[in-house]
């Protein structure tokens, strides 16, 4: 709750708008935002990051200074349309604001990117970087279908969303940092971003719940016999969603599995430049690590607030090389 009254206070401040076109005209957004952003577009996003992603933030002290701008704005970019959903009264608008990105996109190609702070950091770090444009539409498309389906029915499905927004986020950065010719480094890229977004969505069910939406896909709840209203209503104490947050959890920590294993050939450590990219996956392990000791109660108050030892996990993970 504290993060979307945070979000809200930020997009009054921003004076966010979108405006439909002319009746039968093509739709298109027009988005406000202050002389400020567009006149130092790398400040923008970097404040954005440090103020609306503390992991994030965390993560991104440990990319060489070359590339932390282009790392702020990727970031930026994926909380511009992970938030579109929250922030808009209903879908239409949510599509008119991800018409805005896709015209966006459309206008990098020609060397004209609107004058959005996030838009032209990310043009720059597009053309410094050469980044696939495939991965950024894949993402605004995945964002943009979420409008309309927002709650998944199965775990493939889920995995899909995921593996388009969170997995393909790291695959940029491996683009960035020119090791995305991997296959190891993309396919343990790929089950870090499903179990990180799994731990998001977990450590986010009271604040969904609150608003009467279930993040547990359909096919494990009915597994468990779990009533979605009475989780609406009763929270943790909703009979068998402890249980079906357990598999959700396990299913993360899968993924982290199955990670790991690709570096199994170096005895788990990762090396080299990519160090950074698989940083990502801590926060996710250290959320799990804390849902089991509370016996997978995602509803336990403790779970709400900052790991003081999460600063100090991924400065670990990084000196040793594993995560």
């Known amino acids: 709750m504290l993060a979307r009254q945070a979000y809200l206070r930020q997009a009054r401040r921003a004076k966010l708008s979108v405006t439909a076109a002319v009746p039968n ?21 970097r404040d954005l990051v440090r103020k609306r992603d503390y992991e994030a933030h965390l993560v991104s002290q440990f990319f060489p200074h ?4 282009a790392f702020y704005a990727l970031r930026a970019f994926y909380i511009e349309l992970a938030t579109v959903q929250e922030s808009v009264s209903n879908p239409i608008i949510g599509n008119m604001r991800m018409q805005f990105w896709k015209d966006a996109l459309k206008g990098f190609a020609d060397g004209r990117p609107p004058k959005h702070p996030i838009a ?23 964002r943009d279908a979420e409008l309309q389906t927002p709650t998944h029915l199965t775990i493939d499905s889920l995995t899909a969303h995921a593996e388009s927004t969170s997995s393909t986020f790291l695959y940029l950065l491996l683009s960035m940092l020119n090791q995305s010719s991997s296959h190891d480094f993309s396919h343990a890229a790929s089950h870090v ?29 009915a597994r468990h016999g779990v009533n979605q209203e009475e989780v609406f209503r009763q929270g943790g104490n909703a009979k068998a969603v402890d249980d079906a947050v357990f598999e959700f959890a396990t299913l993360a920590n899968d993924h982290l599995i199955t990670a790991r294993d690709m570096f199994k050939d170096t005895a788990g450590k990762v090396s080299g430049p990519v160090k950074p990219v698989f940083l990502y996956a801590v926060p996710a392990a250290v959320y799990l690590e804390r849902l089991e000791k509370v016996n997978f109660d995602a509803f ?14 991924i400065w670990l993970a990084y000196y040793q090389g594993r995560f």
């Open 25 to 45: 005209a093509r739709a298109a957004t027009t988005v406000a935002v202050p002389e400020a952003g567009t006149s130092d577009p790398k400040a923008y996003c």
């Open 66 to 69: 070359e590339y932390r701008d």
């Open 120 to 142: 032209l950091a990310l043009y720059e770090a597009s053309g410094q970087f050469n980044l696939p444009m495939y991965h950024l539409k894949r993402m605004v498309e995945a």
């Open 193 to 221: 971003g499903v179990s990180q977004t799994i731990a998001t969505l977990l450590r986010a069910l009271p604040y969904h719940a609150s608003r009467r939406h279930m993040v547990i896909p359909a096919e494990i709840t």
């Open 300 to 313: 336990h108050p403790s779970l709400q607030q900052r790991s003081w030892r999460l600063p100090w996990r």
